[in-house]
């Protein structure tokens, strides 16, 4: 019984020394946090997709962390900008930001020298959902239907913030998709901006993530054709895939299963590369505790953003596969693509 009892006093002192000094590495993290200011980066203007689900996310994580968190919009160069501002600052967990995946992969990818990082360095906390792309016109446009696009014949001028902004590189992988006649008409500082202009007839067409082509449609902004994906939209159930809508050419089908694949990544929550092990460890699981939150998930279903976690070693595999695993031959095609080249 002595025996034992001395093996069981044993067991929970080796217990204890291994946990003593990560709950005490915990706390000091909890330390660092409280009352600090954490900046978010958001890629685009004021009221954007990004910028909303950033602004909904901050006053949730703030809480989580005990500290203040505010949104800071750097649109440029359709996202980089911010991008590149998030890359070199300190790696001390005090700036993070919500990243379209699909602009910074393929800005990445393509050797784009507006992109000065490498995403592999980067410090990954969540992937923030995934959600496919809709094809969007302005409510009084007599194009209702994909096939009515493509019989029309005419120039399509799409609105985009950037060649590698999402809404440059949906349009211009669609158009190559459909064998469009397109004009993509870059500098709008955000999805709202760029929506108003096909609202308006300056624009005739606007290619948006689910939750931001939602949001306009249901405000009589724009009228959706197709989800530009194999799989239907949750937002747009009564709306055809483009694969359902029209007949894409065999030869031209790599588009849309490049588009799909970088739109895979999704919305990236990063941070600068080089953050403690210990500060990034109480960060990523302030981020899952955050992105878990009944009462955030039930105010993004509210405003109809919906928050969908993914781990981070997930979230670095995802963005991976694109950047060292695209075949050079389809990365050739979107190379030519996206500097106009057919």
Known sequence: MIKTSRVVLLSLAACWALSAPAALAQESEKAFYAGKTVRMIVGSGVGGGYDVFTRIIAPHL???LGATVIVENVPGA?????????YVAPPDGLTISLVQGTMATLAQLTGD???RYDLAKFTYLATVGAPPGLW?????????EVQQAIDAKKKWRWASAGGTSGLGIGAAFTCEALNLDCHIVQGYKSSSDAGLSVTRGEMDALY????????????????????ISRTKSQFFKDRPTV????KIDPSRVWA???LANLEGTGRLLMAPPGIPAARLAYLQAAVKETLHSPQLIAEGEKMERIIEYLEPASTLKNVMAVVSGVPPEQ???????LAGEK
């Open 256 to 258: 849309m299963d490049f």
């Open 208 to 227: 948006v993530p689910e939750s931001s082509a939602n949001h306009f449609v249901k405000s009589k902004q724009n009228w959706a054709l197709a989800t």
């Open 62 to 64: 703030a809480k989580t």
């Open 78 to 86: 359709g996202g980089l900008v911010a991008v590149n501002r998030l």
């Open 331 to 337: 990365k050739g095609r979107a190379l030519k693509l």
């Open 136 to 144: 969007l016109v302005g409510p009084d446009s007599p194009i209702r």
């Open 243 to 246: 694969f359902e809508a029209a």
């Open 113 to 115: 020298q507006a992109a």
